[in-house]
C-alpha cells in the first residue's frame, strides 16, 4: 500500500479471519434465538396470539443485528470493487434491515394488542424504539448524502466520520437493546435457578457481545480500512478532510508521503 | 496544529464543550441512581439484610460507569501536561473505580447470601463478571506495560491500540451492564404499567446510553486526540507505528507532512 495508494494490495488475512469468525458468530446467534423460540418457546405462527410473539426477537436480531452488522462489514469485505457498487450494497443490507425488524415490530405490537398487554413501557422497548427510529433516519439521511445525485462532495466529506459514528453507535445500542430484550424474556418466565432456557438465553446475550465486539475491532482497526480505488482518487482531495479540520489526516487512507 | 506538531494548539471549543456536557450528564446519572434508591429503595444501610443491596448500584454505576469514563476522557482532557502525570493520573482513576466497584460487588453477594438467593445466574451477573474480571486484568497489563519501567517501547507501540480497543469495549459493556441490572431490578419489582419507578428507571437507562455515546463521540474525533507534547517527540519515532504496520500512518498525532 505504501508509496502507492491508489492501487489496493491484497486483502489482510486477519481481516479474511476475523469477517470469517463474525460470520461464524453471526449464524450461531441466529442459531440459538431459533433453537430458543422451537424448542422452549412452541415455534412460529403468526396468526397464533401466543406464538405471534416468537417472530419478533428473531426478526429483531435478523435484522437489527445480523443485517446491520453486516451492512457495515462491505466497506471492509469489498476492497477493490466500485465504490458506487459497495455503498449501494452498503445500503440495500441496510434497507433490507430494516423490512425485517419491521415484521418483527409488527409482531409485537400485535401479539400485545391480541393479549391486552401494554406497550412501550419498559426500558427494552425505550432503547428499541429509539435504536429503530434513528435507524431510519440514519438511512434516510445516507441515502440522500451518498447516493442520490446532488449533493456536494464538502457536504459528503463533513457528514460522512458523523455517518459512521451513529451507524456504529447505533449498532451498539441494538445489541444493548436485544441483550435487555433477552433478559425481559427470561425474568418475564421463570429464571429464579440454573434452568436450562436461562442458560440459553445468557449464552445468546454472550454471543452477542462477542458478535458486537469482533465487529468493532474489524471496524476500527486502521489498517483493514477500505483502500482508495482509481477511480476515487481524482476527488479524494475533496473527499478527504481539510488538514485544518482534522489534525494529521486522521485515518484517511491516503497519506501524501 | 498543522506545520508544528511539537506545540499544542488550544484545546478545541468543541471538546470542552463536549466534556463539559459529559460531566453533566454523569452527575444526572449519579444523581438519579442516588433518588432511586434512596427515595425508592429505603436508602442505604450496610448491615440491613435488605437496604445493603442498595449500596450495588450506585457503587458499580460511580466506579464502572463515571470514574471508568472519566478515566478515558483524561488524555483528552489534560493536553499539555506530562504525559506521565497522566498517565499516572488515568491508572490512578481506574484503580479508584476498581475499588468502588469491588465495594459494589461484596455488597450484592452478601445481600444474596443474608437472603438466601442464588448468585450469577442471570445475564446480568455474566456480563457483569466478564466485565470486572476484563477490567481488573486490562488495568494490571495497562500498568505493566505503561506505567512499570522496563517494558520495551516496542511492545508498547503494539500494545498500546489493542488497549485503547479493549478499554473501550469494556466501558460499553459495563453501560450494558448497569442497563441489563437496571431492568432486572424494575422487573422483579413491579414494572407492568407506567408506574414512577419504571420510569425513573427507564430515564436512568436513556442518560446511561446519552453518556456512553458522548463518550465515545469525544473519544473517536480524530482532531480531539492528545497532541503530542515536546519530551515525547524524541520517542515519537519509536513510538508511532511504523508505516508497513498501519497503512497511511493512521491516527498518529505525528503527520511528516
Known amino acids: ?48 396470539p401466543q406464538l405471534q410473539f416468537n417472530v419478533h426477537p428473531l426478526c429483531m436480531i435478523l435484522g437489527m443485528v445480523f443485517l446491520q452488522g453486516d451492512a457495515l462489514l462491505v466497506y471492509r469485505v469489498f476492497r477493490t470493487e466500485s465504490k458506487r457498487a459497495t455503498k449501494v450494497l452498503h445500503g440495500l443490507l441496510h434497507g433490507l434491515a430494516l423490512l425485517v425488524a419491521l415484521v418483527g415490530l409488527v409482531a409485537v ?38 447516493l442520490f445525485p446532488g449533493a456536494p462532495f464538502s457536504l459528503r466529506s463533513r457528514y460522512k466520520p458523523q455517518h459512521a459514528f451513529f451507524g456504529a453507535t447505533l449498532f451498539l445500542l441494538s445489541i444493548a437493546t436485544a441483550l435487555l430484550g433477552i433478559l425481559e424474556l427470561l425474568i418475564f ?55 485544518e479540520e482534522e489534525e494529521g489526516g486522521g485515518g484517511s487512507p491516503v497519506d501524501p508521503r
Not at 17 to 25: D, I, R, T
Request: aromatic share 14%.
Open 1 to 48: 500500500m505504501e508509496g502507492s495508494p491508489s492501487t489496493a494490495g491484497p486483502r489482510p488475512l486477519g481481516l479474511s479471519y476475523a469477517v470469517g469468525a463474525s460470520q461464524l458468530l453471526g449464524v450461531a446467534v441466529l442459531a440459538v434465538v431459533g433453537a430458543w423460540m422451537g424448542h422452549f418457546r412452541g415455534g412460529l405462527a403468526w396468526e397464533s
Open 109 to 146: 405490537f400485535q401479539y400485545h394488542k391480541k393479549n391486552g398487554f401494554p406497550d412501550l413501557y419498559s426500558l427494552h422497548s425505550w432503547c428499541g424504539i429509539l435504536a429503530v427510529a434513528f435507524y431510519v433516519l440514519q438511512w434516510l439521511m445516507g441515502l440522500g448524502a451518498f
Open 189 to 243: 418466565k421463570t429464571y429464579s435457578a440454573f434452568a436450562p432456557e436461562g442458560l440459553l438465553g445468557n449464552a445468546l446475550g454472550l454471543l452477542l457481545v462477542g458478535f458486537g465486539g469482533l465487529l468493532g475491532y474489524i471496524l476500527t482497526r486502521e489498517e483493514w480500512r477500505r483502500p482508495l480505488q482509481g477511480e476515487e482518487m481524482a476527488l479524494s482531495m475533496d473527499f478527504k478532510k481539510l488538514p
